[in-house]
């Protein structure tokens, strides 16, 4: 009979909650400055009139955490999903605060996201959710359910109320309206760089390296594209609609033009291979395990099953506490989300530095810098794992949680 996970596995915020702890405790980080990280800055619930194109008014659920502005401004993105909760955006807000110090760069971390259903949501009815969350709050990136024309409505809307364009308070912008080239590709991007880093690490090639991958949006698409053309074979994939599985590889391209263009299931793909459940594919035989859609996939009740030997993060929270064990156990080399999706958030860095500058970089510029970035992280943390003898997860918390404590030291606290 499956077995159901606990409300308390399932709850991200308890799960991110469950990590600081182990690091805090292990790097014996003072107690003022423990529970001014533990806590947010700030939470704000949102109730956002949207006229429908049916000539009713309805009144959506927004919320907006700022987790910390102790190294730069709190930059998370806006998230549209029906299940969004006050926890996990609480959660995710403060997985961003830490991505940032992982990689870096300087930003805090923060996060929002609005309870609705953008696939049954008309063009103008997001339109105009968009505009009003945007004239009631500040301003961030894509995540679930939003794209670069949300981030245009977003830059468009502050603007207005600015009384000049202002590109720099959002990212995942179009080009055209001060976007940076490479941001759509640089979470796919930065999943491959840290893959690569691992396959180097424990002298694996990747002409044998077979990856599955969760998730075709824009993190799990983009990286399967880049991966396949850098050589990795991609012998599993899933989206919300199900999950297919070819031990002679797909041809990504084509899956690609499958889903986007032709607008079909990835389910149906036409190039062979076993359907099965979305969940099911994470657990068939391969190298690399990319969960890059939603939360909470790897669980305690399943995590044996996985059957990889790298897990690279490209989703938030994929993987819960309890699951870490078990997954440790198996000897897996796994790159934690925050330090695996963080391509992403640097680029965002990358579009707000040349938003400030007027001046844009060519693309393999911006791909440069990222690899930079993405690599000296992958070994600072790896560094640091192995001089703590702690876990890849562990060691970015720790790491991260000692630059904003130090950061915060200098500061002082202004009272
Ligand atoms: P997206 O909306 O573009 O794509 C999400 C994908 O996951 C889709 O293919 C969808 O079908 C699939 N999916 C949704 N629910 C599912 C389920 N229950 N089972 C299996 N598949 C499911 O979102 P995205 O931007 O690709 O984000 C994916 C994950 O990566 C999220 O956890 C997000 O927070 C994280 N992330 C995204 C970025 C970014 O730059 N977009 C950066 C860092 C982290």
């Known amino acids: 009979m499956p077995h159901t996970p606990a409300p308390e596995e399932m709850n991200v915020y ?55 502005t102790v190294r730069g401004p709190g930059k998370g993105g806006i998230r549209f999903a029906p ?28 996060k929002g996201g609005i309870i609705c259903d953008p696939r049954k949501m008309s063009r103008s009815e997001l339109e105009r959710l968009t505009r009003r969350y945007t004239a009631e709050r500040d301003v961030p990136a894509p995540d679930v359910g939003t794209n670069e024309q949300t981030m245009a409505w977003v830059m468009d809307t502050y603007s207005m109320h600015a009384r000049q364009a202002t590109t720099a308070v959002v990212t995942g912008k179009p080009i055209e309206l001060g ?47 880049l991966m396949q053309k850098a050589g990795y074979k991609i012998i599993g994939l899933a989206d919300i609609g199900g999950g ?19 607008k079909k299931q990835l389910q149906d793909f036409p190039g062979g291979g076993s359907k099965m459940s979305s969940r099911d594919v994470l657990f068939q035989p391969c190298d690399v395990l990319i969960p890059a859609a939603i939360e909470n996939q790897i669980t305690e009740q399943n995590a044996h099953q996985v059957q990889c030997k790298i897990l690279c993060e490209g989703a938030n929270g994929p993987t819960t ?28 860095y990358f579009e707000w530095v040349q938003d400030r500058q007027g001046f844009f970089w060519r693309e393999s510029e911006v791909n440069e810098r990222l690899l930079d970035v993405m690599e000296r992280s992958f070994d600072e943390v790896v560094r640091y794992a192995e001089t703590h003898k702690v876990n ?11 630059r904003v404590a130090t950061a915060l030291k200098l500061r002082g606290i202004y009272a």
């Open 14 to 68: 308890q799960n991110a909650e469950a990590r600081f702890e182990v690091a805090a405790t292990k790097l014996g980080l003072e107690q003022g400055i423990y529970r001014y990280l533990k806590y947010p800055d700030k939470e704000i619930t949102l109730y956002i009139p949207v006229g429908m194109d049916n000539g009713q008014l309805e009144v959506f659920t927004g919320y907006r955490v700022l987790h910390s």
């Open 83 to 110: 299940d969004v909760s006050i926890d996990e955006v609480r959660a995710l807000s403060a997985w961003m605060t830490w991505k940032c110090a992982v990689v870096d760069i300087p930003f805090g971390g923060a």
């Open 179 to 225: 976007g940076s080239r490479g941001r759509r590709e640089a979470t796919g991007r930065g999943v491959m760089i840290c893959v690569d880093k691992a396959l180097a690490k424990l002298g694996m090639k990747k002409e044998t390296t077979r990856v599955i991958i969760q998730g075709f949006g824009n993190v799990g698409s983009l990286a399967a594209d």
């Open 244 to 262: 297919l599985y070819n031990e002679k590889g797909f041809d990504v391209p084509k899956v690609i033009d499958w889903v986007y263009k032709q």
């Open 321 to 348: 506490w309890q699951a870490d064990a078990i997954i440790d156990a198996k000897g897996v080399f796994t790159v934690p989300d925050i330090l695996g999706n963080a391509g992403g958030v640097t680029v965002s």
């Open 392 to 402: 890849n997860r562990i060691a970015a918390y720790m790491l991260a949680i000692d």
